[in-house]
């Protein structure tokens, strides 16, 4: 099941993501915050609003994924020696602290609103948020092929699958006040979707700091890595084991491997490729640096120390 895993995420590096639906999607978004925006007006609806600005975002979240895709193509430099790919998790990252910070000051509002309640046109309310659940879930159908191959492109397709909820929400919050009159749902139907844009906003945020601050991935056991690779019978042992990730899909590993026997170096080579090919194989891991060794003072159980 774990090895299925990785091959898909090392077919996804042999399939860029279409930079044009994302200007799509970015175009779509803007129309529908235009919209949105001017039936809270008209309506009174903080929900719609709520709506219009969570829309907002998501307009700045596809554009800047948008800057990122295209700018994380350009090749590597002797300044830039890994690239431009990292942009797609500062973008990630950027979107998602947009999403909470957008989200806590509709919490604020919503507040405002509960202690003030105007009234509402229900029925601006619901024809609107109509439009605007249609437009976004066009624009979800856009991003969905493309929404696995990217952390920054999965933050914006997380934004727009959040605002269609949100706008099927507000539909009903719509409906509820043409029926029973209860214009203070609005508020509580403006809370209802901020929290549930904080949770999605905290996962991104979570995913991105773990990539830029260099952690190992959630799914690599090192200590698996370890037991593997020492199976191999010209391996002693295998230490000061780091892995990252560069991008959410290309994993990096370094290590120091301690043969059994002083080996030549053309020997030395078949027992290298030998770990890399395991390494790809079954971890997924793509880009590996291996320092062979021999009779080095080294505890056999050790893993990882910070770096040479």
Do not use: C
Not at 48 to 55: F, G, R, V
Not at 222 to 228: V, Y
């Amino acid at each position: 099941m774990a090895k299925k895993k990785y091959k898909r995420k090392h077919n996804h590096h042999h399939h860029p993501v279409n930079e044009k639906n994302l200007l799509a999607v970015t175009l779509l978004n803007l129309v529908i915050t235009i919209v949105e925006v001017a039936g809270g007006i008209l309506s009174g609806s903080l929900a719609l609003l709520s709506d219009a600005l969570h829309n907002l975002s998501d307009t700045f979240a596809t554009f800047i994924a948008y800057l990122a895709t295209i700018a994380g193509r350009r090749e590597a430099n002797q300044k830039k020696t890994f690239g431009y790919k990292r942009l797609e998790i500062l973008a990630a990252l950027i979107n998602a602290v947009i999403l909470i910070v957008m989200s806590v000051f509709l919490i604020k509002e919503a507040w405002h609103r509960w202690q003030n309640p105007g009234s509402i046109n229900s029925m601006i309310m619901l024809v609107v948020g109509m439009i605007g659940l249609l437009a976004n879930l066009y624009a979800v159908l856009i991003l969905k092929k493309d929404a696995g191959k990217s952390i920054n492109v999965r933050a914006a397709y997380v934004h727009l699958i959040s605002d269609s909820l949100s706008s099927v929400v507000v539909i009903i919050g719509g409906v509820m006040i043409r029926i029973f009159k209860i214009d203070w749902i609005d508020p509580i139907i403006t809370v209802l979707i901020s929290l549930y844009i904080i949770r999605s906003g905290f996962v991104i945020l979570k995913e991105s700091v773990n990539i830029l601050m260099q952690s190992a991935p959630d799914h690599l056991d090192l200590s698996s890595i370890k037991k593997k690779v020492e199976q191999l019978p010209e391996v002693m042992n295998l230490h000061h084991l780091h892995a990252w990730m560069l991008t959410d899909q290309e994993i990096h590993l370094e290590a120091h491997v301690e043969l059994k026997t002083d080996l030549m170096l053309s020997h030395v080579n078949p027992v290298r490729h030998q770990i890399e090919q395991l390494l790809r194989n079954d971890f997924g891991i793509r880009h590996i640096t291996l320092q062979m060794e021999y009779k080095e003072d080294h505890d056999p159980q050790l893993i990882h120390t910070k770096k040479d």
